[in-house]
Structure formats: structure tokens, C-alpha cells
Nanobody, 115 residues
Framework: VQLQASGGGLVQAGGSLRLSCAASGSGFSINRMGWYRQAPGKQRELVATTTTGGSTNYADSVKGRFTISRDSAKNTVYLQMNSLKPEDTAVYYC??????????WGQGTQVTVSS
């Protein structure tokens, strides 16, 4: 499985960005897709996930500001980020877990929020 993420960049506080991540390959079935992030000097943390069944999970710090969505036909997951804050600055990683619990990570995309 290959993951291709895009959509990061530099934005002012209060602005918005939309991340996309497309999974490609063959012979896999996805159970869960999501986004994690890692700020300098910090551990990687969960941002949001969505399952095939449609359930979603968000970090408390992004609830009400970020929205995760998924296009199952395209094996693509999106993260709409609104009301961005400087503390959202991090490298954002796309994550996929298959139905046999194999994990895959994207290459990371930088999100920088200026104050």
C-alpha cells in the first residue's frame, strides 16, 4: 500500500487547510484511515480517524475545528482544518490500517500556522 498525502502549507492563524491522502496498491482492504501529527520535540499524536463503518474519532484539541471524511471508492481520506492555531503546527501523517491490522504511513506533510 502506498500513501500519497498533499495539502499542507503555511497559513495564518484562523485560516483553513485541507489535507488529502490517497491509498494505492492492490490486494488490501482498508478498515481505518486517519491522520496523526508530530510537532518538533513532541511525540506523534492522533488527530482524527474514520472507519469503514463511518465512525470517527478526534483528539480533544481539534474537536469542532477539524473534520475528517473519506471517499471509500477512491481510498482517499481528507482532513478539513478550520480555525487553525499556531499549536497545530506539525508534520501531519496519513495512516491506514487494513482489515488484517497491517499499518501503513504516508510520508508526512508540513502544516505551519503563523500567529
Amino acid at each position: 500500500v502506498q500513501l500519497q498525502a498533499s495539502g499542507g502549507g503555511l497559513v495564518q492563524a484562523g485560516g483553513s487547510l485541507r489535507l488529502s491522502c490517497a491509498a494505492s496498491g492492490s490486494g488490501f482492504s482498508i478498515n481505518r484511515m486517519g491522520w496523526y501529527r508530530q510537532a518538533p520535540g513532541k511525540q506523534r499524536e492522533l488527530v482524527a480517524t474514520t472507519t469503514t463503518g463511518g465512525s470517527t474519532n478526534y483528539a480533544d484539541s481539534v474537536k469542532g475545528r477539524f473534520t475528517i471524511s473519506r471517499d471509500s471508492a477512491k481510498n482517499t481520506v481528507y482532513l478539513q482544518m478550520n480555525s487553525l492555531k499556531p499549536e497545530d503546527t506539525a508534520v501531519y501523517y496519513c495512516h491506514v490500517r487494513t482489515v488484517v491490522f497491517t499499518n501503513y504511513w504516508g510520508q508526512g506533510t508540513q502544516v505551519t500556522v503563523s500567529s
